[in-house]
C-alpha cells in the first residue's frame, strides 16, 4: 500500500512530463488564438452542485462522486468534471455583468470512481473550454471547431465526429414520452442498469454499451424526429456551419452525453485507436445550467477533452516524440579546488539565464563526461589546475567535439553567442 499509488490514479514520471508541458502549451496556445481566458476553479465543491448541475440520475452522481465530509460536516466533492464548477464561478463573480460572451478554458484533473481500465482513470485530466452567453449555433461550432483544429493541429488527421441535438424542454419531454411508450414492451430484455434508467431516463439506455440494450434500440424512435421548430433550425444551422468550414461529422442521433445539462447540440470525437473508452472528447450546449445552479438564463456550450486518451492516440500514431531537452552547460571539475571555482561559475552561468549543471557524486572525469551525455548538454567546461592559474576555461561543443580554450572574461559571451545564438 505505501508504495503504490491508489487504483486508478496514475504517477507523471520526469520522462513523461515533457509530453503534457507540449500538449500543454498548445491547448494555451490555440485558446489564445480562439479569444479564451484561463479559469481555474478549487479542486472540491460542494456536493450539492453536481447533484444540480450533472444531474442525479447520471452515473457520475449515483455511483462515481468521491464524496467526503470535512471537518466542519459540510458535504464536498472532487470535481468529475470542469463544466459545474465553471457555472458556479460565473454565478458567485457574477461574471455574466462582463462584456458577453464570456469564453474561459481549464486544464483540470477530474475525480470518478469508475472500473480502471485502458483509457479510464480515477483521476483524469481534462482541457476543457466553456463559453456563457450566447445562444448563437456558430457559438456551438466554435467550440466544435476548436477541438477538431487542435486535435488536427497535433497530427490527428483521422477523426470522426459525432454530432446530434437533444431538443430542449419544450421537445424534449415528448420525445422522451415516445421512447419510453417504444421500450416498455421491450423492457425485459434490457440490463440491469437500463431497466432503472428505463424508469429514470430513458435517454440515456440510448447510450449503452450491451449488446442486448443496443439490439433493443437499433429502431427506437429518433429525436431528430421529434425537434420543435426551434431546435430544428439551431441543428440545421450547426450543420451549416460546420460544413462552411469544412469540418467532417456524422450526425449520429445515438450520442447523449452522459450528464444532464444538455440542451440541443451534443458531440463526441471517437477514436478507433482508443478500444472501448473510445471518445477522446466530448461536449455541447447547455442553456439550463446556470440557472439549475441558481443564476440567470446563460446559455452555454463547451467540450471536455481526455489528456490521458489524448496522449494515448497521439502516442500509438507516433505523433509524440518530443526531443529530449538537454541543458546548456555541463561543468566537470577535477579536484576540490576547482569544484569550488566550478560551483561559483555555475551559479553565475544561471543567473545568466543558461541551464547548467554540475556533478555531486564525486563521478571521476570519466564520470562526469558520461553524465553530461545524459543530460545531453550542448556544452561542457572543464575546469582543473591549469585552467584556474590561466584564467583560461576548456570548452567542449558536445556536438561536434570541438575543444577550444576561452578567457574567464569572455565565456559569458562565447556562451550566449553560441547558445543563445547571439541573444544577451
Ligand atoms: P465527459 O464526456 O464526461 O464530459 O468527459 C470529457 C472527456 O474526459 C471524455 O471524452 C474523456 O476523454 C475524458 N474522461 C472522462 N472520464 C474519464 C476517465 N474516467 N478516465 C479518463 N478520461 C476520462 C465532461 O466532462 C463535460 N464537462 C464536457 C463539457 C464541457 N461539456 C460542456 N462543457
Not at 483509457?119 to 473550454?129: S, T, V
Not at 462552411?244 to 450520442?255: G, L, N, R, S
Amino acid at each position: 500500500m505505501l508504495t503504490k499509488a491508489p487504483r486508478g490514479t496514475k504517477d507523471i514520471l520526469p520522462d513523461e512530463v515533457e509530453k503534457w508541458q507540449f500538449l500543454e502549451r498548445e491547448f494555451r496556445k490555440i485558446c489564445d488564438i480562439f479569444g479564451y481566458k484561463e479559469i481555474r476553479t478549487p479542486t472540491f465543491e460542494h456536493t450539492e452542485l453536481f447533484l444540480r448541475g450533472v444531474g442525479e440520475t447520471t452515473d457520475i452522481v449515483e455511483k462515481e462522486m468521491y464524496t467526503f465530509q470535512d471537518k466542519s460536516g459540510r458535504s464536498l466533492t472532487l470535481k468529475p468534471e470542469g463544466t459545474a464548477a465553471c457555472a458556479r464561478a460565473l454565478i458567485e463573480h457574477k461574471l455574466y455583468n462582463q462584456s458577453l460572451p464570456l469564453k474561459l478554458y481549464y486544464i483540470i484533473p477530474g475525480f470518478r470512481y469508475e472500473r480502471p481500465q485502458a483509457g479510464r482513470l480515477r483521476e483524469f485530466h481534462q482541457f476543457g473550454i466553456e463559453v456563457f452567453g450566447s445562444e448563437n449555433p456558430a457559438v456551438d461550432v466554435e467550440v466544435i471547431g476548436m477541438a477538431v483544429k487542435f486535435l488536427k493541429g497535433l497530427g490527428l488527421e483521422d477523426l470522426d465526429l459525432r454530432v446530434n441535438t437533444l431538443g430542449c424542454s419544450n421537445c424534449r419531454p415528448v420525445y422522451k414520452k415516445v421512447l419510453h411508450d417504444y421500450l416498455s414492451s421491450k423492457k425485459g430484455k434490457l440490463c440491469d442498469t437500463c431497466k432503472v434508467r428505463y424508469e429514470k431516463n430513458p435517454l440515456r439506455i440510448l447510450d449503452c454499451k450491451n449488446d442486448e440494450c443496443k439490439k433493443v434500440i437499433q429502431d427506437s424512435p429518433k429525436i431528430l424526429d421529434y425537434l420543435c421548430e426551434d431546435c430544428k433550425g439551431h441543428f440545421t444551422k450547426v450543420k451549416k456551419l460546420l460544413s462552411a468550414i469544412q469540418i467532417e461529422y456524422t450526425v449520429d442521433p445515438m450520442i447523449v452525453r452522459g450528464l444532464d445539462y444538455y440542451t440541443r447540440t451534443v458531440f463526441e470525437i471517437i477514436s478507433t485507436d482508443l478500444g472501448a473508452q473510445n471518445t477522446l472528447c466530448g461536449g455541447g450546449r447547455y442553456d439550463g445550467l446556470v440557472e439549475e445552479c441558481g443564476g440567470p438564463h446563460i446559455p452555454a456550450a463547451g467540450f471536455g477533452m481526455g489528456i490521458e486518451r489524448l496522449i494515448y492516440v497521439l502516442e500509438s500514431k507516433g505523433l509524440l516524440s518530443i526531443p529530449k531537452k538537454g541543458i546548456d552547460i555541463f561543468i566537470a571539475v577535477l579536484d576540490d579546488e576547482s569544484f569550488e571555482t566550478g560551483y561559483k561559475l555555475l551559479f553565475d552561468i544561471r543567473e545568466k539565464g543558461l541551464s547548467a549543471d554540475i556533478d555531486y557524486m564525486n563521478r571521476s572525469l570519466k564520470g562526469q563526461m558520461k553524465y553530461a551525455d545524459k543530460l545531453a548538454a550542448k556544452y561542457t567546461i572543464f575546469i582543473g589546475e591549469d585552467e584556474i592559474k590561466s584564467n583560461f576555461l576548456t570548452v567542449k561543443d558536445l556536438s561536434t567535439g570541438k575543444q577550444q580554450k576561452i578567457g574567464m572574461n569572455e565565456i559569458y559571451e562565447f556562451l550566449y553567442k553560441n547558445i543563445r545564438k547571439g541573444c544577451c
